[in-house]
Nanobody
Framework: QVQLVESGGGLVQNGGSLQLSCAASGVKLDYFAIGWFRQAPGKEREGVLCIKNNNTGTQYADSVKGRFTFSRDNAKNTVYLHMNNLKPDDTAVYYC???????????????????WGQGIQVTVSS
């Protein structure tokens, strides 16, 4: 059974930083395409950052470019979302998602992913 579990969320002040982790069980993430998504109250779930299979390309939402980055630790079977200079508009539930199947074009599309974490709250105070 595949599980993705996010951790590291919480409350942070405007301009602060957080690192979210997404640990996998039941599957090796090494060759997966990974997406980080978020959903604010009353809004659609949106992609913020993604990396294609085998690290062949990364895409960012315009709103997070220069502030959010991705990394992975294959030994821990974990991927990370590093969030810097956080703003109140970044407040949302954040989800990691993965798929072993090749993502050809837009990896920020929710439809590309087969596995999802349960989500974790990030709140940025003004």
């Amino acid at each position: 059974q595949v599980q993705l579990v996010e951790s590291g969320g919480g409350l942070v002040q405007n301009g602060g930083s957080l690192q979210l982790s997404c640990a996998a069980s039941g599957v090796k993430l090494d060759y997966f395409a990974i997406g980080w998504f978020r959903q604010a109250p009353g809004k659609e779930r949106e992609g913020v950052l993604c990396i294609k299979n085998n690290n062949t390309g990364t895409q960012y939402a315009d709103s997070v470019k220069g502030r959010f980055t991705f990394s992975r630790d294959n030994a821990k079977n974990t991927v990370y979302l590093h969030m810097n200079n956080l703003k109140p508009d970044d407040t949302a539930v954040y989800y990691c998602a993965g798929t072993p199947w090749p993502v050809q074009a837009m990896c920020l599309s929710r439809e590309e992913y087969d596995y999802w974490g349960q989500g974790i709250q990030v709140t940025v105070s003004s």
